[in-house]
């Protein structure tokens, strides 16, 4: 990745706003869950010109997307930490030189008046310049898979998956990912291909390496497509739901999965218990002109009683599988957030299953890595309703990667397992007998 050309970089001498605003999303980004998506709505950031915003934002995602081994190379030369802000500091200084590729006279040098700014900072201009001088001397890799994840997730996943699938998945947290797009009408797609520079996946997303504002781009204001992780798209396809068959999805906004199953023809009821949420979701059904209804309720506690021939539950979850596009899960995830979310997986996941009728399918997805999420859950739910069973999914039905496929028939997507990469998620379907 590379700096942004002369007319995309940060205006003034220094780039000082454009910085200060990157310095702000990442403190953001690091306070914990949500911090990133709360930060890009901050004012330092809002009040910058597009293409500010623009290097800002790649600054930050460059910082967290390599964050183990910058920290890693800033503690081989640090005596003693500094505050947080400061190192917040050099770690944009050192993803500048390193990743972005910036000219070394403008990233210290601006890394030296950002300090500057900060309370008490003039007391560690030195420091500042000193390190990252350093780096431009002895220049550093940030490329090491085993520093890429945090420790404790990456003891995880090798328990999990494997030293060699471990490090795999480490490794895609540096790339920057293209972006996938999912058709409200399939016999479009390869026309869509060819104005969006993309190619059509198996299962049928797109992806595209554009860049930029997707609002701008061909088809996004007839509603033609919406944003939609590769893997994301494959949980809706696989309850094989069509025109006239009920089909309730739970934890629905922002509703990508609505969509889909919205475009089949079948009768959708969205449930969230996020207002806001919920408001995304509907302003993404007037745009493709695709209809359900949508419900404001724990879904746990959903007082209806009515029943329905499909349910699709992709449920609350450390999202630890979305890195590619939010690495600040990584850094903002506990090992106790795991457990704690378990629980509420279970109770939504009886809940799904008192909403089936008799030969009611029920797909349960999660976009994270970690087993007691997914694995673990599927096998909770099965001992506690002997009328549910696994209906397996075949390698390459509604786009599945062949070496996703568990024995048992569930999916286990790892990002790896597609070219290009993918978010990472488990998916189970299941039959009520």
Same mark, same amino acid.
């Given at each position: 990745?590379?700096?942004?050309?002369?007319?995309?970089?940060?205006?003034?001498?220094? +780039?000082?706003?454009?910085?200060?605003?990157?310095?702000?999303? !990442?403190?953001?980004?690091?306070?914990?869950?949500?911090?990133?998506?709360?930060?890009?709505?901050?004012? $330092?950031?809002?009040?910058?010109?597009?293409?500010?915003?623009?290097?800002? %934002?790649?600054?930050?995602? #460059?910082?967290?997307?390599?964050?183990?081994?910058?920290?890693?190379?800033?503690?081989?030369?640090?005596?003693?930490?500094?505050?947080?802000?400061?190192?917040?500091?050099?770690?944009?200084?050192?993803?500048?030189?390193?990743?972005?590729?910036?000219?070394?006279?403008?990233?210290?040098?601006?890394?030296?008046?950002?300090?500057?700014?900060?309370?008490?900072?003039?007391?560690?201009?030195?420091?500042?310049?000193?390190?990252?001088?350093?780096?431009?001397?002895?220049?550093?890799?940030?490329?090491?898979?085993?520093?890429?994840?945090?420790?404790?997730?990456?003891?995880?996943? %090798?328990?999990?998956?494997?030293?060699?699938?471990?490090?795999?998945?480490? #490794?895609?947290?540096?790339?920057?990912?293209? *972006?996938?797009? $999912?058709?409200?009408?399939?016999?479009?797609?390869?026309?869509?291909?060819?104005?969006?520079?993309?190619?059509?996946?198996?299962?049928?997303?797109?992806?595209?390496?554009?860049?930029?504002?997707?609002?701008?781009?061909? +088809?996004?204001?007839?509603?033609?497509?919406?944003?939609?992780?590769?893997?994301?798209?494959?949980?809706?396809?696989?309850? +094989? =739901? +069509?025109?006239?068959?009920?089909?309730?999805?739970?934890?629905?906004?922002?509703?990508?999965?609505? !969509?889909?199953?919205?475009?089949?023809?079948?009768?959708?009821?969205? =449930?969230?218990?996020?207002?806001?949420?919920?408001?995304?979701?509907?302003?993404?059904?007037? %745009?493709?002109?695709?209809?359900?209804?949508?419900?404001?309720?724990?879904?746990? *506690?959903?007082?209806?009683?009515? *029943?329905?021939?499909?349910?699709? !539950?992709? #449920?609350?979850?450390?999202?630890?599988?979305?890195?590619?596009?939010?690495?600040?899960?990584?850094?903002?995830?506990?090992?106790?957030?795991?457990?704690?979310?378990?629980? =509420?997986?279970?109770?939504?996941?009886?809940?799904?299953?008192?909403? !089936?009728?008799?030969?009611?399918?029920?797909?349960?997805?999660?976009?994270?890595?970690?087993?007691?999420?997914?694995?673990?859950?599927?096998?909770?739910?099965?001992?506690?309703?002997?009328?549910?069973?696994?209906?397996?999914?075949?390698?390459?039905?509604?786009?599945?990667?062949?070496?996703?496929?568990? #024995?048992?028939?569930?999916?286990?997507?790892?990002?790896?397992?597609?070219?290009?990469?993918?978010?990472?998620?488990?998916?189970?379907?299941?039959?009520?007998?």
């Amino acid at each position: 990745m590379t700096d942004p050309s002369p007319s995309d970089a940060p205006s003034g001498v220094s +780039g000082l706003p454009a910085r200060a605003a990157a310095l702000d999303l !990442l403190a953001a980004a690091l306070s914990g869950r949500s911090g990133l998506d709360e930060g890009l709505s901050h004012s $330092s950031l809002a009040a910058l010109a597009a293409r500010d915003r623009a290097f800002a %934002r790649a600054l930050v995602m #460059a910082a967290l997307r390599h964050l183990g081994p910058i920290d890693a190379a800033l503690q081989a030369r640090l005596k003693k930490p500094p505050p947080e802000r400061v190192v917040n500091v050099l770690r944009l200084g050192l993803a500048q030189l390193a990743v972005l590729n910036t000219a070394p006279h403008a990233a210290v040098g601006a890394s030296v008046d950002l300090v500057a700014k900060q309370k008490g900072g003039e007391t560690f201009k030195g420091l500042v310049n000193a390190v990252l001088r350093g780096f431009t001397r002895e220049p550093v890799v940030l490329d090491d898979a085993d520093l890429l994840a945090p420790s404790w997730l990456y003891a995880r996943w %090798r328990a999990a998956f494997g030293v060699e699938a471990a490090r795999a998945i480490a #490794a895609a947290i540096a790339a920057e990912p293209a *972006t996938d797009l $999912s058709f409200k009408d399939p016999a479009r797609a390869a026309a869509l291909a060819a104005e969006l520079d993309g190619e059509v996946l198996p299962g049928g997303s797109l992806r595209t390496e554009r860049r930029g504002d997707v609002a701008a781009w061909p +088809g996004f204001a007839e509603g033609d497509w919406w944003v939609q992780d590769a893997s994301a798209a494959i949980p809706a396809r696989l309850l +094989g =739901v +069509g025109p006239g068959q009920g089909v309730l999805d739970l934890c629905a906004a922002p509703g990508g999965k609505t !969509l889909q199953l919205a475009a089949t023809g079948a009768a959708v009821t969205a =449930v969230d218990r996020s207002p806001q949420r919920l408001k995304r979701l509907a302003e993404n059904l007037a %745009r493709t002109g695709l209809s359900a209804e949508t419900v404001g309720v724990d879904a746990a *506690t959903w007082p209806d009683k009515r *029943t329905f021939d499909a349910v699709l !539950l992709d #449920a609350p979850c450390s999202a630890t599988g979305t890195f590619r596009r939010h690495p600040d899960v990584l850094w903002a995830a506990k090992p106790s957030d795991v457990a704690g979310l378990a629980a =509420v997986q279970a109770r939504l996941l009886d809940a799904a299953v008192s909403r !089936l009728k008799p030969g009611g399918r029920l797909v349960y997805c999660v976009c994270s890595l970690e087993p007691e999420e997914g694995e673990g859950q599927v096998e909770g739910v099965l001992a506690r309703h002997p009328g549910l069973a696994l209906e397996p999914v075949a390698a390459g039905e509604g786009g599945t990667p062949a070496a996703s496929v568990r #024995a048992d028939g569930a999916l286990r997507i790892l990002p790896q397992h597609l070219n290009g990469g993918t978010d990472g998620f488990y998916v189970a379907r299941l039959r009520k007998s």
